[in-house]
C-alpha cells in the first residue's frame, strides 16, 4: 500500500518561506528606482540572428510590474489568472503616434511584434530569477507529524511548488515537480487557464496573432505538462494507493486537471483523502471540487499539521 502526498505553495508558506506571488511583487519593485522618472513606458529590446538577448533588467522590472499592477493592483495572489487579462492592447495604442489610419496600422504590428518577442521575459528571466533566489535554508519549524506519516520508499509525492522543501528537509527524494524545479534551473512553470476571449478593434486586427501567441505562452499546457510526467503518474497509477494528503493546495481551476485524471485511474471508492485548507470556510469549496472530480464524499476528512504554521496557500 502507498500514500500520495500533494503539496501547494501553502505548504512553502507554512514553512516561514518568501514564495507567494505578493513576494514575488515586492521582488519586482525591488529592481528599479520608484522614485525615478527616467523609466520609458515602452522597454527597449533586442536580438540578433543567434536569439542572443539585450534588455535592461531594470526597465523589464519596471514595465512588468505596472503591466500587473494595472489588473490586480496591491494584491498579487491572482498573479497568475491576471496573465490572460494584461491590457497589452492600451500599450500599443498608446505607442501609436501615425497621423493617419495606415501608418498607425503599421504602428501598431511593428509595436505587436516587439512585445511578442519580449512577452517571455516575464516569466523566463524576472520569475525564474525570483523564484530561485528564494532561501528556504532556515524553515522556522519541520513538521515531525508529516515525517510520522511518510514511508520514503513506497509513497509519492507530486510538488506544485518550485523549491527543494521536501528533499532538503524531509529527506524525499521521489518527487515530481510538476512545474518544475528552481534548483535545477529548470523552465518554470506559471500561467492562467485559458478560459478569456481576446477582443480588437479597428486597425489593431492586424496585431491578433502577435498578442493571441503571448496569450498562448502565458497559459498553462496542463495536457503536455502531464504527458511530460507520465512515468510518475504510470507508477503511481500501477500501485495500491490508499491515502491521498492534500497540503497547501489552492485547488485553482487550472491545476484541477490533474486532480482528475488521478480519480479516474484509481479506485476512488477506497481512497481517503486527507484535505487541508486554512480557512474552515474553504474546507466545503475545496471538498466540493474534489467530489467534481470522481471522489467519494464520505471519504475526505480534514487534515492539518499542528507542529507547522498553517497558513493560508498564495
Same mark, same amino acid.
Given at each position: 500500500?502507498?500514500?500520495?502526498?500533494?503539496?501547494?505553495?501553502?505548504?512553502?508558506?507554512?514553512?516561514?518561506?518568501?514564495?507567494?506571488?505578493?513576494?514575488?511583487?515586492?521582488?519586482?519593485?525591488?529592481?528599479?528606482d520608484e522614485s525615478s522618472d527616467s523609466y520609458e513606458?515602452?522597454?527597449?529590446?533586442?536580438?540578433?540572428?543567434?536569439?542572443? $538577448?539585450?534588455? %535592461?533588467?531594470?526597465?523589464?522590472? @519596471?514595465?512588468?510590474?505596472?503591466? /500587473? *499592477?494595472?489588473?490586480?493592483?496591491? #494584491?498579487?495572489?491572482?498573479?497568475?489568472?491576471?496573465?490572460?487579462?494584461?491590457?497589452?492592447?492600451?500599450?500599443?495604442?498608446?505607442?501609436?503616434?501615425?497621423?493617419?489610419?495606415?501608418?498607425?496600422?503599421?504602428?501598431?504590428?511593428?509595436?505587436?511584434?516587439?512585445?511578442?518577442?519580449?512577452?517571455?521575459?516575464?516569466?523566463?528571466?524576472?520569475?525564474?530569477?525570483?523564484?530561485?533566489?528564494?532561501?528556504?535554508?532556515?524553515?522556522?519549524?519541520?513538521?515531525?507529524?508529516?515525517?510520522?506519516?511518510?514511508?520514503?520508499?513506497?509513497?509519492?509525492?507530486?510538488?506544485?511548488?518550485?523549491?527543494?522543501?521536501?528533499?532538503?528537509?524531509?529527506?524525499?527524494?521521489?518527487?515530481?515537480?510538476?512545474?518544475?524545479?528552481?534548483?535545477?534551473?529548470?523552465?518554470?512553470?506559471?500561467?492562467?487557464?485559458?478560459?478569456?476571449?481576446? $477582443?480588437?478593434? %479597428?486597425?489593431?486586427?492586424?496585431? @491578433?496573432?502577435?498578442?493571441?501567441? /503571448? *496569450?498562448?505562452?502565458?497559459?498553462? #499546457?496542463?495536457?503536455?505538462?502531464?504527458?511530460?510526467?507520465?512515468?510518475?503518474?504510470?507508477?503511481?497509477?500501477?500501485?495500491?494507493i490508499t491515502n491521498i494528503y492534500i497540503h497547501g493546495?489552492?485547488?485553482?481551476?487550472?491545476?484541477?486537471?490533474?486532480?482528475?485524471?488521478?480519480?479516474?485511474?484509481?479506485?476512488?471508492?477506497?481512497?481517503?483523502?486527507?484535505?487541508?485548507?486554512?480557512?474552515?470556510?474553504?474546507?466545503?469549496?475545496?471538498?466540493?471540487?474534489?467530489?467534481?472530480?470522481?471522489?467519494?464524499?464520505?471519504?475526505?476528512?480534514?487534515?492539518?499539521?499542528?507542529?507547522?504554521?498553517?497558513?493560508?496557500?498564495?
Open positions: 500500500m502507498s500514500n500520495l502526498f500533494v503539496f501547494g505553495n501553502g505548504f512553502d508558506l507554512a514553512h516561514g518561506f518568501d514564495t507567494s506571488y505578493d513576494d514575488f511583487k515586492i521582488w519586482l519593485s525591488e529592481k528599479y513606458s515602452f522597454p527597449k529590446y533586442n536580438t540578433n540572428y543567434k536569439r542572443f $538577448e539585450s534588455f %535592461s533588467f531594470e526597465s523589464m522590472s @519596471y514595465f512588468f510590474y505596472n503591466l /500587473i *499592477y494595472n489588473v490586480v493592483g496591491s #494584491d498579487w495572489r491572482q498573479f497568475e489568472a491576471a496573465l490572460s487579462k494584461l491590457d497589452w492592447v492600451s500599450i500599443i495604442e498608446n505607442e501609436c503616434y501615425g497621423s493617419n489610419y495606415k501608418e498607425r496600422m503599421f504602428q501598431a504590428e511593428d509595436i505587436a511584434v516587439q512585445i511578442r518577442d519580449f512577452a517571455h521575459v516575464l516569466k523566463d528571466s524576472l520569475f525564474k530569477s525570483w523564484a530561485e533566489e528564494i532561501d528556504i535554508s532556515h524553515p522556522k519549524s519541520i513538521s515531525e507529524e508529516l515525517i510520522g506519516l511518510i514511508d520514503n520508499e513506497h509513497d509519492y509525492f507530486l510538488n506544485f511548488n518550485y523549491t527543494d522543501t521536501l528533499e532538503k528537509h524531509y529527506n524525499i527524494n521521489n518527487v515530481c515537480h510538476i512545474h518544475g524545479q528552481s534548483s535545477k534551473h529548470d523552465s518554470l512553470i506559471v500561467g492562467h487557464s485559458g478560459k478569456d476571449k481576446i $477582443e480588437f478593434d %479597428s486597425y489593431l486586427t492586424i496585431t @491578433y496573432s502577435y498578442i493571441r501567441q /503571448i *496569450y498562448e505562452d502565458y497559459r498553462k #499546457d496542463t495536457k503536455n505538462i502531464y504527458k511530460k510526467h507520465m512515468d510518475f503518474f504510470n507508477k503511481l497509477y500501477n500501485n495500491n493546495f489552492s485547488f485553482s481551476d487550472v491545476d484541477m486537471f490533474y486532480l482528475k485524471k488521478i480519480a479516474l485511474k484509481l479506485d476512488t471508492s477506497v481512497v481517503r483523502i486527507h484535505l487541508h485548507s486554512y480557512l474552515e470556510e474553504d474546507f466545503e469549496g475545496f471538498k466540493k471540487k474534489l467530489i467534481r472530480c470522481g471522489f467519494h464524499n464520505i471519504n475526505i476528512i480534514q487534515f492539518r499539521l499542528s507542529d507547522i504554521n498553517d497558513v493560508c496557500e498564495i
